[in-house]
């Protein structure tokens, strides 16, 4: 079972009745900061940040979005990409990070992030360690505060961040990999317990959407787990070996040569 299991809210973006194509978003609830602020993200397997709109960000694709303001968090710390405290009057770290057909550029800030029964999200106590002396899902996370997001897509978007759900390889560092910051605070029951994850999106209303941290949630589940290695973990992306390719049940020949890869990519459905 999951040591954090968040419930995710499906919100339909395109509908093409002609091919019966449904293209959605999934999107969950974290609390930054103290007091916690409510702000929903998106989790993408492709990126290795969290992303969040910031109040010094005056832009249309920041405006129609709940922003962070870093001055209205007690446990809050403007850092550089090391961890080292920003220094009043000397130039600030900053990176710009790029999401599909648009981009942000962000500032590095420190703070406090919660996922638990007041974002409905499921908390199995016994799994945490309290490493961090905070409450069961939290933890203390160093993430991209936005100056300034295209806008496109951004402006479009029906959340207001985006929780990277990446291998190390595309964090600036481990402090900003959710799975790396999550697995010291997890009791690794055994292998890759402290570092899994489990997604379930589901396509209708009589159905509840879900991503579970620290396992997995084995009510979904119509088969035993089957487990492929990842190429290149350096890369940050969850790319696979693909065996073979079949569609409409006709066997394709050309991953004949052992040579197809692909990424897992489970932002948007």
């Given at each position: 079972e999951p040591a954090l299991m968040i419930k995710l809210s499906r919100q339909i973006v395109e509908i093409n009745h002609k091919t019966n194509y449904v293209k959605s978003d999934y999107h969950g609830t974290i609390l930054v900061g103290t007091p916690g602020l409510p702000m929903t993200v998106v989790f993408d397997t492709g990126s290795g940040h969290l992303l969040l709109p910031s109040m010094y960000c005056k832009t249309e694709a920041c405006k129609v979005h709940t922003r962070y303001r870093r001055s209205g968090s007690s446990t809050g710390r403007d850092i550089n990409f090391n961890?080292?405290?920003v220094v009043r009057g000397k130039p600030?770290?900053?990176i710009t990070v790029e999401f599909g057909t648009g981009e942000a550029t962000g500032v590095v800030v420190e703070d406090?992030?919660?996922m638990d029964a007041r974002t409905n999200a499921?908390?199995?106590h016994s799994l945490w360690n309290g490493k961090d002396g905070l409450q069961p899902g939290c933890m203390r996370m160093h993430f991209l505060a936005a100056t300034d997001l295209s806008e496109d897509p951004f402006i479009k978007f029906g959340f207001d961040g985006v929780f990277g759900l990446s291998l190390l390889g595309l964090s600036q560092t481990p402090?900003?990999?959710?799975?790396?910051?999550?697995?010291?605070l997890i009791e690794d029951r055994h292998q890759c317990?402290?570092?899994s994850f489990g997604v379930f999106l589901a396509n209708s209303e009589q159905e509840e959407s879900d991503i579970a941290f620290g396992g997995w949630n084995e009510g979904h589940l119509l088969e035993e787990l089957s487990w492929a290695p990842v190429h290149d973990p350096s890369l940050g992306h969850w790319i696979i070996p693909i065996k073979s390719i079949r569609v409409d049940d006709e066997r394709m020949d050309f991953?004949?040569?052992?040579?197809c890869k692909a990424a897992v990519e489970?932002?948007?459905s």
């Open positions: 961890g080292s405290a600030r770290d900053s406090i992030i919660c499921f908390v199995d402090q900003h990999n959710l799975l790396s910051v999550m697995s010291h317990a402290s570092q991953c004949d040569d052992g040579r489970d932002r948007k």
